[in-house]
């Protein structure tokens, strides 16, 4: 299965083994709770995962790789103790916790967060020694003599052997104890979580014109050449940092992430298309509604791939605005929320207005820090409550005004956070206005529109802004144009056709 598909159903089996009865307990029983053995190729997002559905499910995760652990730290350390039996007293060996064990306890203890998920990577690659204290784990869920928590599901992942020499083939006796779930990588299922985490703009288009190389292992005489979903995401991060600083991103770059040479080399010489487009079009000149006259000239000319390229830089430049969008309503949201509690408990009047408003301050910062140390919170999520955690702080209400006039004063730093909100939704408007206008002028309702609404639709920031603030010019495209099966049908169409091809593009 895909791993979106392998997701929901561990948040399923998350969901169900947590699920617990009138009395309180677990409605399955942790000695029929099986681990989940996640089992897929290198780098196809099996940890990234994990990460999500413990936010989602708003539980703690402890991630080990267990290649980087000894059977000393894994069981723990042995020690004597004496004991007596029948009259007669033994020295007897016990054993330390182990470290895994014992970093759960410290997650439940820091986060004060009960239940969560154990998870441990590449675990069919441990050594000799080690192995049999991974078949114990998975049989019975302990390190040793120390057991898993109750209210902590084990999810163990690894690769096939194809991929691994190190790999260790599971006997009978412990798949039978185990869910073991096989993960395949999928570029289309990727690419949603590609679009929705700011991976950059060339690396999608690219990898759309050709999604043939989203995921590859071949084995000749030079060796292994691989490329993989973790490559194309580190490559990115790496692509937006070194774009920021002025450096240009060449084929030996790529070559450390992208490891095929026949790839990287395509890649490099889309890089440099791409970044040529992105001079020859001004697609900031578009998105601001004054596009060059040039820019008219040079899209009515160009081939497909060309144009469907510069709708990729035109998204890509929209991204930036409705991701501003969602982080100020973000930031308006979570202070309203604050604002609307302040109020309630003004009107129980059961303190002074200005130790409410403190109090309500301190606890909602005391949540923040917790949901951070949980983990609950991405950087995009952490980044507003910090800034409204700072707004906050800059209101200082006295404890002698009256309901109304300390209220007015809470009020004040949000009136303007509604203005920068409405400020940056305007802005966002009208660049996606002008652009649609500029495809329209220049290609009317045809295939590049298609594809550029489809795309609209993927980003679930752009989707959630347009849902509140319908455009005429989206909900017309997106009824008229049938946007999922009409623009798979152009790209199908157009990587049968070669219409984009990397000889092509390296003689630029």
């Known amino acids: 299965m895909n791993i979106k598909k392998a997701k929901d159903e561990i948040k399923n089996t998350v969901r169900a083994y947590l699920k617990k009865d009138a009395d309180g307990e677990y409605i399955i029983p942790a000695i029929r709770q099986r ?30 790789t267990i290649t980087h652990h000894t059977r000393q730290s894994a069981v723990g350390l042995p020690f004597i103790v004496e004991e007596e039996f029948g009259g007669k007293k033994y020295s007897v060996t016990e054993y330390t916790m182990s470290e895994i064990i014992a970093s759960v306890y410290r997650k439940i203890k820091e986060s004060g967060i009960p239940e969560g998920i154990l998870f441990i990577d590449e675990i069919n690659c441990v050594s000799e020694t080690l192995a049999p204290t991974m078949l114990q784990f998975l049989q019975c869920k302990t390190f040793g003599n120390q057991q898993v928590p109750k209210g902590w599901i084990i999810v163990a992942a690894g690769n096939p052997s194809e991929y691994n020499k190190s790999v260790r083939e599971f006997d009978m006796v412990t798949l039978d104890r185990v869910r073991k779930i096989d993960v395949d990588a999928d570029f289309n299922i990727w690419k949603e979580y590609a679009v929705n985490h700011h991976i950059n703009r060339a690396i999608i288009n690219y990898l759309e014109l050709r ?77 601001d509604g004054n596009p060059l006259k040039q820019s008219y000239q040079n899209i009515f000319d160009a081939s497909f791939d060309e144009r469907v390229s510069v709708v990729n830089l035109l998204i890509s430049g929209l991204e930036v605005s409705f991701h501003k969008v969602w982080l100020n309503k973000l930031v308006t949201d979570m202070w309203y929320e604050f604002l609307k509690g302040y109020k309630a408990k003004l009107e129980e009047k059961s303190m002074g207005t200005g130790t409410i408003y403190n109090t309500l301050y301190e606890e909602r910062k005391s949540l923040f820090e917790r949901d951070k140390k949980a983990g609950f919170l991405n950087k995009d999520e952490i980044k507003a409550n910090e800034h409204l955690i700072n707004k906050l702080s800059e209101t200082e209400i006295s404890s002698e005004k009256d309901i109304d006039a300390a209220f007015e004063e809470a009020l004040s730093g949000f009136e303007n956070q509604r203005k920068i909100l409405e400020e940056s939704e305007d802005m966002a408007s009208e660049q996606l206005e002008n652009v649609f206008t500029f495809i329209e002028e220049i290609l009317g309702a045809g295939q590049e529109m298609v594809v550029f609404v489809t795309e609209l639709t993927m980003n679930s920031e752009i989707a959630m802004f347009l849902s509140d603030n319908p455009s005429e010019k989206y909900l017309k495209y997106n009824s008229e144009l049938l946007v999922g099966t009409k623009k798979e049908e152009i790209m199908s169409k157009l990587r049968k056709d070669e219409i984009y091809s990397g000889e092509h593009i390296r003689d630029f």
Request: net charge negative; with cysteine; hydrophobic share 40%.
């Open 35 to 64: 681990p989940i053995l996640l089992i897929g190729p290198p780098g196809v997002g099996k940890t990234q995962i994990m990460e999500q559905i413990a936010k989602e499910c708003r539980i703690g995760l402890v991630s080990y």
């Open 211 to 287: 999604p043939n190389n989203f995921y590859k292992v071949e084995a000749d005489i030079d060796g292994m050449q691989f490329v993989t979903a973790r490559g194309w995401e580190d490559l990115s991060n790496l692509y937006d940092a070194y774009q920021d600083i002025g450096i240009k991103v060449d084929e030996d770059i790529i070559a450390e992430f992208i490891q095929h040479d026949d790839t990287a080399k395509d890649v490099a010489a889309y890089f440099a298309l791409y970044e040529k487009y992105k001079n020859d079009y001004g697609i900031q000149e578009i998105l």
